[in-house]
């Protein structure tokens, strides 16, 4: 039974941390990790059932499922990919939840953490957050996400969230802006 009228949401953070290792060899100059959390390390455990990280090719058995907390795998490597992910709910019928994350080996501009928690200095991070919106939940669903609270967003995380958002709001007007431009054109 589905409950109408009612959203719930819940943040969600996945990325990868990675660190370079003292003795490096020829397949593994880095540790890395791939992770889905609460923000502010929240348990999540108790409405997602498992996650799948399906990962390089290179690696043995590269499709890598978790079925408890934390939801993290660990590997040693030396080049950097696209991680798909796949976000199980304990209740079936909620659909599956995917997203994409970039392992990064090498710190670049956009390389960044959401802030929500404290890294060991020496890793580098790549993080987004989501928020995951269960529209007219089932009542299994409804129950279980709500039987814990979340933290509450910090300041600095809401502002940089913000600024993200009108970035890319943004970086949309401009490609319509030309877009309209070429159809003007062509016309
Ligand atoms: C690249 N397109 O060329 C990427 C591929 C693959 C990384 C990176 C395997 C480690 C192992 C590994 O790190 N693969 O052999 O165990 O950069």
Same mark, same amino acid.
């Given at each position: 039974?589905?409950?109408? !009228?009612?959203?719930?949401? *819940?943040?969600?953070?996945?990325?990868?941390?990675?660190?370079?290792?003292?003795?490096? *060899?020829?397949?593994?100059?880095?540790?890395?990790?791939?992770?889905?959390?609460?923000?502010?390390?929240?348990?999540?455990?108790?409405?997602?059932?498992? @996650?799948?990280?399906?990962? !390089?090719?290179? %690696?043995?058995?590269?499709?890598?499922?978790?079925?408890?907390?934390? %939801?993290?795998?660990?590997?040693?490597?030396?080049?950097?990919?696209?991680?798909?992910?796949?976000?199980? %709910? @304990?209740? @079936?019928?909620?659909?599956?939840?995917?997203?994409?994350?970039?392992?990064?080996?090498?710190?670049?501009?956009?390389?960044?953490?959401?802030?929500?928690?404290?890294?060991?200095?020496?890793?580098?991070?790549?993080?987004?957050?989501?928020?995951?919106?269960?529209?007219?939940?089932?009542?299994?669903?409804?129950?279980?996400?709500?039987?814990?609270?979340?933290?509450?967003?910090?300041?600095?995380?809401?502002?940089?969230?913000?600024?993200?958002?009108? *970035?890319?709001?943004?970086?949309?007007?401009?490609?319509?802006?030309?877009? @309209?431009?070429?159809? *003007?054109?062509?016309?």
């Amino acid at each position: 039974m589905r409950i109408n !009228h009612t959203n719930l949401s *819940r943040l969600i953070v996945y990325g990868t941390a990675s660190i370079r290792l003292s003795e490096t *060899r020829a397949d593994a100059t880095h540790k890395w990790k791939a992770y889905v959390r609460g923000y502010g390390n929240g348990d999540i455990s108790h409405f997602i059932r498992s @996650v799948t990280f399906k990962i !390089h090719e290179t %690696f043995p058995n590269p499709t890598r499922s978790v079925d408890t907390s934390p %939801f993290e795998i660990e590997e040693m490597g030396w080049g950097e990919f696209t991680i798909q992910g796949k976000l199980y %709910f @304990v209740d @079936v019928h909620e659909k599956p939840l995917y997203f994409l994350i970039g392992l990064k080996l090498h710190r670049e501009i956009y390389t960044t953490a959401i802030g929500d928690v404290e890294y060991p200095s020496g890793w580098v991070i790549n993080e987004r957050m989501d928020s995951v919106i269960f529209h007219t939940p089932t009542s299994v669903m409804y129950k279980l996400v709500s039987s814990n609270q979340e933290k509450e967003m910090s300041e600095e995380v809401w502002e940089k969230a913000e600024n993200e958002k009108q *970035r890319i709001l943004a970086a949309i007007d401009h490609v319509l802006d030309k877009l @309209v431009g070429l159809s *003007r054109h062509t016309k």
